[in-house]
């Protein structure tokens, strides 16, 4: 938090806390140019940030609540899964059933 505090992204509000900028902030635009990202909005890395969440394991319930949505199908369309993970999901039942035919009788 302390970079989005130092970059003006965010700024103090006694009200709510911390508020982020949005995109019209010209603190953004210049983060965007530099990084060579000119068409990257705050929502992108939103999506992002979801999708690392669920990839790396976390459930939907806990990108639910960190994302602050009210509803699971609000959330349903940040997880992108990788082909990896969905792969791996897969490939669980394939160990189980391998691990059953090879138990004796």
């Not at 505090?5 to 953004?28: H, R």
């Not at 940040?78 to 391998?98: E, P």
């Amino acid at each position: 938090m302390n970079l989005a505090v130092e970059w003006g992204m965010l700024e103090k509000n006694p009200a709510a806390g911390f508020k982020l900028f949005n995109e019209d902030n010209k603190v953004w635009e210049r983060i965007r140019a530099e990084a060579g990202l000119p068409h990257v909005r705050i929502h992108d890395l939103r999506h992002s940030y979801a999708s690392f969440l669920v990839n790396s394991g976390r459930t939907l319930f806990e990108v639910q609540q960190i994302l602050g949505h009210s509803q699971p199908q609000i959330t349903q369309p940040y997880s992108h899964l990788s082909t990896k993970t969905l792969q791996d999901a897969a490939n669980t039942a394939s160990v189980i059933i391998d691990s059953a035919s090879r138990r004796e009788p």
